[in-house]
């Protein structure tokens, strides 16, 4: 019998988004493709139903509020090319998809700039209930200008900004949700008529640079009270921002070199605050075409890539990187540029070289980003996958990938069909699923926060015990 420790388990995420194509700019036009199907919830029930039979963490769903209007001056090319545009709400969703699933989780996106974190908190705490426990949310500071414009303001705050008003933005859902409601309040006793013990709830008197919130969250709390945090930046001041808030970070990385750096900092950051540096987990965009055989994988990567849009990816692009790429020559280089969107997106493309050493050009990273958005491709038989993944865990020391799609369901049911049972053939997947709440799948301590978070400072416990 092997001594041998066992082999570390690779987490998946589907990468979705309540919209057409989202990654894969064109592929909506590939016969197999249902994403124009997003308006219909048998779509996302099927979906999550073929993600849980595959024992993925969660579907992570993406937003953004506001149209890709950087790539030449007007939302025009985006409307045309059906490039996140347009787009509805993820919340509403989650419960369909909770109601034919067990297992899988759901990490959600909202932004912190447009949105009172009052009432949202209430609508957290709510698909919690709902979902037993089942939530994650994906903090955004927003990235798009004419999300900003629409809102009433005339641009973006400046990207470190964005990240100052978010951290209290935290604080105050970190005080609604662990510090108001205590959790024993609710005593539902028929024989009194007491529902809720007053003396255990309280208000939680924040005030600060940007918000103001004097009284008592109305929700009870649910099996998580905060859930999941989720991240998605890799800039200085976003690491900065995981390293107290995050349990789980989005990263896109094009090479393993550049992955493993970003995971180190991130890890040291989190270890930087008192956390465990495996405190969180961090998953990398990824997309998998995968067949039977290697040569029924490059042939269907050879067919999606007749479907893509180079315009469509050059508005994605444009909105990432802060930069209108319509003004550029297809064989231009970015070269150095300032930017208020993604810089971390802006720091990936700007160190990639082709073979002979040149950066890349605008028509490099237009066909990179064509399918499956700032992540790598991986396409071969489910084996060959399957052994590149296990590489990128053990070079990289990532714990999983959020995969983007070619086309879907297909890209997830091809995953399903013939990478994760060569993946579990080698121990490097899991059989099934923990037990309990999302948190508790993805770290197995628990449904609550833990005390080395910076929420758990806020929790009804530690604020009484500090007075």
Not at 258 to 278: E, P
Not at 297 to 320: D, I, N, P
Not at 418 to 432: M, N, R, S, W
């Amino acid at each position: 019998m092997s001594n041998s420790p066992a082999r570390r388990h690779i987490r998946f995420n589907a990468f979705d988004m309540n919209c057409v194509g989202h990654q894969s700019p064109g592929l909506w036009r590939h016969p197999q493709d249902r994403s124009a199907d997003y308006t219909d919830l048998h779509y996302w029930a099927d979906l999550a139903q073929t993600l849980e039979r595959g024992l993925f963490d969660g579907i992570f769903i993406a937003d953004v509020l506001g149209s890709y209007d950087v790539y030449g001056g007007s939302a025009a090319a985006a409307l045309r090319q059906g490039t996140q545009t347009p787009v509805n709400d993820p919340f509403l969703l989650v419960s369909a998809m909770a109601l034919v699933t067990e297992n899988l989780g759901f990490g959600v996106t909202a932004g912190t700039a447009y949105e009172h974190p009052y009432p949202f908190a209430r609508r957290l705490a709510t698909l919690d209930h709902l979902t037993r426990g089942r939530v994650g949310w994906n903090v955004v500071t927003g990235y798009l200008p004419s999300a900003a414009r629409n809102m009433g303001n005339d641009d973006l705050l400046e990207h470190d900004e964005r990240y100052d008003h978010a951290d209290e933005y935290l604080e105050v859902v970190y005080k609604l949700l662990e510090g108001s409601w205590e959790d024993d309040a609710v005593v539902r006793d028929a024989a009194t008529g007491v529902f809720t013990n007053p003396e255990k709830v309280h208000p939680i008197n924040h005030e600060g640079r940007y918000f103001k919130v004097p009284g008592i969250a109305i929700t009870e709390p649910s099996p998580q009270r905060t859930p999941v945090i989720y991240q998605a930046g890799a800039s200085m001041r976003g690491i900065a921002f995981a390293a107290g808030n995050a349990e789980a970070v989005f990263v896109g990385a094009p090479t393993k070199e550049i992955l493993k750096s970003t995971v180190a900092r991130i890890r040291d950051a989190v270890q930087a605050t008192g956390r465990d540096r495996h405190d969180v987990r961090i998953y990398t965009m990824l997309t998998i075409i995968t067949d039977a055989t290697s040569e029924l994988a490059a042939a269907k990567h050879e067919e999606y890539q007749s479907y893509a849009s180079e315009e469509g990816a050059l508005v994605l692009l444009s909105g990432w990187l802060g930069i209108d790429l319509s003004a550029y020559g297809l064989d231009d280089e970015i070269g150095d540029v300032e930017s208020n969107a993604i810089k971390s997106a802006v720091e990936s493309f700007s160190k990639l070289r082709s073979d002979d050493g040149t950066p890349w050009t605008v028509r490099d990273i237009a066909a990179w980003a064509g399918i499956g958005g700032m992540g790598p491709r991986v396409v071969g038989s489910g084996a060959e996958v399957a052994r590149e993944l296990i590489a990128w865990v053990d070079e990289t020391d990532v714990d999983g990938f959020n995969l983007a799609y070619a086309v879907t369901p297909g890209s997830f049911e091809d995953v399903v069909e013939f990478v994760i049972p060569e993946l579990q053939a080698c121990g490097a997947y899991p059989t099934e699923y923990a037990p309990g709440t999302l948190r508790n799948k993805l770290f197995g301590r628990g449904d609550k926060l833990p005390e080395t978070h910076r929420g758990a400072a806020f929790t009804t416990r530690n604020r009484l015990a500090s007075r």
